[in-house]
């Protein structure tokens, strides 16, 4: 068997609903090879339609780490996915030279390639008063603590994402410190190959995929999957694109048309957001998700 210095990792990135389960799972199959998921919702096993996990049968043809691994009830963070997709790496590797990892959610992607720098500990009440917080004021609220307490990230980070901006307010008030002065920029050296290839179509067809699997998700039952998690809905991993428009509707807040058209524009912009964040990764080659053979090129140079 080949040294680990000689063993690959392919990277599959890209926005959501570009296909990226598909094009990994035909890589997967040609290198006789198994795929490690860097999805921070696909995780979960209360989560299925609204996530877009892979069916059954694409789990049944290629085996698929970190899908329905977690409960949402357990706090799972990019450092946790960090370590445990190292782990994962080290023991698939005795059996395969390369392995595929897939996924949209870049932190994960960054804490595999490059490692992240240690952020302490938050006080669980300070998170749960925040999203209270949150769900009371709403995304404005949240933009004026940023900007009151951690101008250094209302500058530069990601203002229109809830989730960022909730862990930078709890680790200001936790620690004092902007979040931004924990990411010292000191990349990790792995010990095996890093090819990242990242997906992209043109927006008007992305923009089509996004709408026909909404519109798909939501005869596939949907709805049901979200009233099953009334319990729940404070949980952090419910607040994301496809859930929280849902029991908004449930509580009466919006009728049931608006909120699928809002969870279309609200996954549009998330698929955006996605885009600025992989395109400012110069490593990473693109491609169409048809060019599978050009692929497959790229991986054997």
């Given at each position: 068997?080949?040294?680990?210095?000689?063993?690959?990792?392919?990277?599959?990135?890209?926005?959501?609903?570009v296909?990226?389960?598909?094009?990994?799972?035909?890589?997967?199959?040609?290198?006789?090879?198994?795929?490690?998921?860097?999805?921070?919702?696909?995780?979960?096993?209360?989560?299925n339609?609204?996530?877009?996990?892979?069916s059954?049968?694409?789990?049944?043809t290629?085996?698929?780490?970190f899908?329905?691994?977690?409960?949402?009830?357990?706090?799972?963070?990019?450092?946790?996915?960090?370590?445990?997709a190292l782990?994962?790496?080290?023991?698939?590797?005795?059996?395969?030279?390369?392995?595929?990892?897939?996924?949209?959610?870049?932190?994960?992607?960054?804490?595999?390639?490059?490692?992240?720098?240690?952020?302490?500990?938050?006080d669980?009440?300070?998170?749960?008063?925040?999203?209270?917080?949150?769900?009371?004021?709403?995304?404005?609220?949240?933009?004026?603590?940023?900007?009151?307490?951690?101008?250094?990230f209302?500058?530069?980070g990601?203002?229109?994402?809830?989730?960022?901006?909730?862990?930078?307010?709890?680790?200001?008030e936790?620690?004092?410190?902007?979040?931004?002065?924990?990411?010292?920029?000191?990349?990790?050296?792995?010990?095996?190959?890093?090819?990242?290839?990242?997906?992209?179509?043109?927006?008007?067809?992305?923009?089509?995929?996004?709408?026909?699997r909404?519109?798909?998700?939501?005869?596939?039952?949907?709805?049901?999957?979200?009233?099953?998690?009334?319990?729940?809905?404070?949980?952090?991993?419910?607040?994301?694109?496809g859930?929280?428009?849902?029991?908004?509707y449930?509580?009466?807040k919006?009728?049931?048309?608006?909120?699928?058209?809002?969870?279309?524009?609200?996954t549009?912009?998330?698929a955006?957001?996605q885009?600025t964040?992989f395109k400012?990764?110069?490593?990473?080659?693109?491609?169409?998700?048809?060019?599978?053979?050009?692929m497959?090129?790229?991986?054997?140079?």
């Amino acid at each position: 068997m080949a040294s680990v210095a000689n063993k690959k990792v392919i990277v599959i990135a890209g926005p959501t609903a570009v296909g990226k389960t598909s094009v990994a799972i035909q890589l997967a199959e040609h290198f006789k090879t198994t795929i490690i998921s860097a999805d921070s919702r696909q995780c979960f096993k209360e989560l299925n339609i609204g996530v877009a996990r892979p069916s059954e049968e694409e789990l049944h043809t290629i085996k698929h780490h970190f899908i329905a691994s977690h409960s949402i009830q357990e706090e799972i963070t990019a450092f946790d996915f960090e370590k445990y997709a190292l782990q994962k790496a080290e023991d698939l590797f005795k059996v395969h030279d390369v392995i595929v990892m897939v996924g949209g959610t870049g932190l994960y992607i960054k804490a595999f390639c490059e490692g992240l720098d240690s952020i302490p500990a938050v006080d669980p009440v300070i998170r749960e008063h925040i999203i209270k917080e949150y769900e009371a004021k709403g995304i404005e609220w949240l933009q004026q603590q940023i900007q009151e307490k951690d101008a250094d990230f209302f500058a530069v980070g990601e203002i229109q994402n809830p989730q960022r901006m909730m862990r930078a307010l709890e680790v200001v008030e936790s620690t004092g410190q902007s979040i931004l002065s924990f990411r010292k920029g000191e990349k990790a050296e792995r010990d095996f190959n890093i090819i990242k290839i990242g997906l992209e179509l043109p927006k008007e067809e992305l923009h089509r995929n996004i709408h026909s699997r909404v519109d798909a998700m939501m005869e596939a039952g949907q709805l049901n999957e979200v009233k099953q998690l009334i319990p729940y809905k404070s949980l952090n991993a419910l607040q994301t694109v496809g859930y929280a428009e849902l029991f908004e509707y449930l509580e009466s807040k919006a009728s049931l048309a608006d909120a699928i058209e809002r969870i279309k524009i609200n996954t549009r912009q998330y698929a955006k957001r996605q885009m600025t964040w992989f395109k400012k990764d110069g490593a990473i080659k693109w491609f169409h998700p048809s060019q599978v053979k050009e692929m497959i090129e790229l991986t054997l140079k």
